[in-house]
């Protein structure tokens, strides 16, 4: 499978995200820091398992030195969490001025990103790699996925505010009710259809739970 075609398939607009953090010295090479990282893209996509990849391979791949791979990551581990982070999509901007429209483009982030990892053979094989060793997969959703959290609490504070969203339940419960739906059939049921339709269907019926007078008006 080609780049191109492993791109098109991961979604529309991504690009190689950040590498390792930087350190102290001379200046990196952002060019180096592609290559490397497209070096390992390609090798997998060229059907070479992660457990046969190795730093020299890579740093062949990539045509560089060895020394130029480890000055950056400490091993293949580190690596290969840049390398998931390069395949990432950046989160929607949110228009700020309706919380369910907010909500509905949050929760459709995470629907195309289920159905991207169903498509790409390349992101589910990285994404397997790190999922598999808990170190990686905490600092990635420290660095990556708590981003996204405190969007989303962000628009339930506002949603409280203005009166939308009841005041007497946790707001992390709250958040769990809505994206809970999405990721179970996104990754706990992969053989469940992503439909269009499911954010807003998912956010329009969560919203009825959780508005203020809920509980009068099911009673």
Known sequence: ?????ADSEVAAGERPGPAAPERRGRPRSAAADSAIIEAVLR??????SIGELSMERIAREAGVGKATVYRRWSGKSAL????????????????GTSVRDDLVALLEFLRRRGLA?????LLRTVVSHV?????????YHETV???RHEALLG????GVANGEIRTDHDLETIADLFVGPMLARAILHE???LPESLSADIVDMVLEGVRPGADAAAG
């Open 1 to 5: 499978m080609s780049r191109a075609a």
């Open 43 to 48: 090798l997998i996509e060229d059907g070479v």
């Open 80 to 95: 290969m969490l840049d390398v998931m982070r390069s395949l990432d999509v950046p989160s929607p901007p949110l228009d």
């Open 117 to 121: 990892k169903r498509s790409s053979a």
């Open 131 to 139: 999922q598999a060793q808990p170190e990686l997969w905490a600092e």
């Open 145 to 147: 996925v708590r981003a």
């Open 155 to 158: 628009v339930l504070r506002r």
């Open 191 to 193: 053989w469940k259809e």
